[in-house]
Structure formats: C-alpha cells, structure tokens
C-alpha cells in the first residue's frame, strides 16, 4: 500500500497576467496520506484555491513534482490525467454548483456516470442512493436544488463528490455559504466519512475553528506553504 495518496516537491506554479509572469506558488513540498485531514489557511490571494487545482490535475505546476496515487501528473496527456482524477479524487466547492434541473439523486448519479461511462444504470442508481444515505438525505432524492436548504445542497454536493470513492477529497471553502451550526455539522459529517472510508482530505477554509479540527494544518503565505505547529 503506498503511504501517500498525493504529494509534491519543489512544485512552482507560474501564471502569466496582463503580460507579465505571476509567481503564485512557491518550491511547496508536501504530502498527505491515506485517510489524513490537512487544513490550509491563508489570506486572500495567498494560492490555495490554485494548490487545489494544481492537486486535482485540474492546473499543471510549472516545474517540480506533482505526484497523485503514485502517478507523476507532469509526464500525463489530457486523458491520463483525467483516469487520474476519476480514480483518485473527489472536489468539493463553496458554491455546491448542483445542477438547477436536476434532482438531487440525478445530480449525484450524474457524476458516477461521467466518471465511468460503461456501470449499468441500476449500479449508479444504487450507488447514488447509498452515496444520499451517508449523508442523511435519503429522504430527499427526488428534490430540486432550489428545494433544499443551503445545508441539505452542500450535503448533495459531498455526497456527489464521494460517491466515486475518492481516496483524495479536495475541498475549498466548503462551508464558506453555511451559517455556523449548519457548516460545523457539515464538518461533523466530512470528517466522519474521511474517518470511514479512509479519504483523505484537503479542506481549504478561512475558519480558524475548523482549520483547527485537522490533525494537521497548513498555512500558504504569498504562495509559501509552512505546517503548522500543534498548539501555534
Ligand atoms: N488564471 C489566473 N491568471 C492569473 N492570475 C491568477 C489566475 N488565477 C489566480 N490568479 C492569481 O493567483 C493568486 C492566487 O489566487 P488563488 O485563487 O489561488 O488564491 P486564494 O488563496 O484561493 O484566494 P481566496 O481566498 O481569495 O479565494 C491571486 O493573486 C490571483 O489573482
């Protein structure tokens, strides 16, 4: 079994805006393992929503190591990285983005198809059902987005992004739309799931309090990526 489920080293992420280079990250080496749950914090603009993409082979780093279920991300075509992605990751965003026509079981049904086009429909039902249940919305399959409380579509947005088993789930700002209780609870249930099914996650988050609940944290500063001490 490997012991790290992504990791990189000496990873930089130029990007060029209004015709000059943006250093955005900087030498950032890091890894996280099976089943572990990394905060990163950090100031507006300081690359994390970028180190997310750069981790989910949805950007590719400038140079250094980018390495994901043991696959260096820098040698792979378009195809490859996205075998990578279906097979190893999980995204999950501040906004939900739930598809407005569609019902909750329809949303999370949808992203097992476009992850594996050749399942049989009564497998992705099934699936989907039983991604709904471990998030307590069972009762709800067959509701529009528009019909569900801000806490119930983030929770349609967690159960779609775990329902290809992600061994990764990388997750910016997730609970940034949530009053206070509904977002601690929707971290109760993150973390519970990454507890069961041995995921681990990647929680991008402002909130100091839910950075804390992490068993490790990190802290981007101008692109620089440091670990937080235990009690710092
Ligand atoms: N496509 C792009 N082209 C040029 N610059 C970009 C691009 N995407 C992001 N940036 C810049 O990179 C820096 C880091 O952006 P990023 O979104 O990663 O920060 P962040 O820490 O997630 O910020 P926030 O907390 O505000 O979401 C910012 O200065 C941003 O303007």
Excluded: C, W, Y
Excluded at 18 to 44: D, M, N, Q, R, W
Excluded at 80 to 109: C, Y
Excluded at 157 to 164: C, K
Excluded at 167 to 184: F, I, K, V, Y
Aim: aromatic share 2%.
């Amino acid at each position: 079994m490997i012991d790290t489920i992504a990791r990189t080293q000496h990873m930089n992420l130029h990007l060029m805006s209004g015709g000059s280079g943006l250093h955005i990250l900087k030498s950032i080496t890091f890894a996280i393992k099976p089943g572990e749950v990394i905060s990163v914090v950090g100031p507006s603009g300081s690359g994390k929503t970028s180190l997310l993409m750069v981790l989910g082979g949805l950007e590719k780093a400038s140079d250094g190591l980018v390495s994901v279920g043991g696959k260096n991300l820098g040698g792979l075509n378009e195809d490859q990285l996205a075998d990578v992605r279906r097979q190893n990751i999980g995204i999950l965003f501040q906004n939900f983005h739930l598809i407005p026509s569609m019902t909750a079981l329809e949303n999370v049904a949808l992203a097992l198809e476009i992850a594996f086009d050749d399942l049989p429909l009564a497998e992705i039902r099934a699936r989907a059902r039983s991604a709904l249940a471990e998030v307590g919305l069972s009762e709800r399959e067959t509701h529009l987005p528009s019909a569900l409380s801000g806490g119930e579509q983030q929770r349609v947005g967690l159960a779609r992004a775990i329902v290809t088993r992600p061994r990764l789930l990388l997750a910016d700002e997730p609970t940034g739309n949530l009053d206070q209780q509904t977002a601690a609870s929707a971290i109760d249930l993150l973390f519970g799931l990454a507890r069961r099914n041995t995921m681990a996650v990647l929680l991008i988050t402002h909130d100091n309090g839910l950075a804390m609940r992490a068993d490790r944290r990190m802290q981007l500063d101008r692109g620089e990526l440091r670990e937080v001490e235990a009690g710092g």
